[in-house]
């Protein structure tokens, strides 16, 4: 799939977060990939079914998963000691997240929708 040469940027993304003995939210180490990141407003259907804005569409080789994070940067751009995305202002939520095979169905295009 030619478009997967067009992710040019680099990303950085944490998995969504899993709750700890305390019952806290708990983040994993974030990972760093190529991706394409494109800020634009469009009305999407989350997975409760609800209407919402987008803030942006981020496109990677890899899957990403609903209620995990990504950020436009590098892993050297998240604040030292800070393990919440949630603290960075840079870091956005994603809401959705869909996969588009090739026709072949070799390799996959995948788009986590933030908001």
């Known amino acids: 799939m030619d478009i997967l040469a067009k992710l040019l940027q680099r990303v950085v993304y944490w998995e969504p977060p899993t709750r700890n ?23 999407f259907v989350d997975p ?3 209407t919402v804005p987008s803030r942006s569409f981020v496109f990677t080789q890899y899957p990403t998963k609903v209620e995990g994070w990504l950020m436009l940067g590098e892993l050297t751009d998240v604040p030292s000691g800070v393990d919440d995305p949630r603290e960075i202002k840079e870091a956005f939520e994603i809401r959705r997240s869909d996969d588009l095979p090739d026709l072949r169905n070799e390799e996959h295009l995948y788009t986590a929708i933030l908001s």
Not at 26 to 34: G, N
């Open 21 to 43: 003995y305390k019952n806290n939210l708990t983040f994993s180490e974030p990972t760093e990939m190529w991706g394409r990141w494109e800020d634009k407003i469009e009305l």
């Open 48 to 50: 409760m079914g609800r």
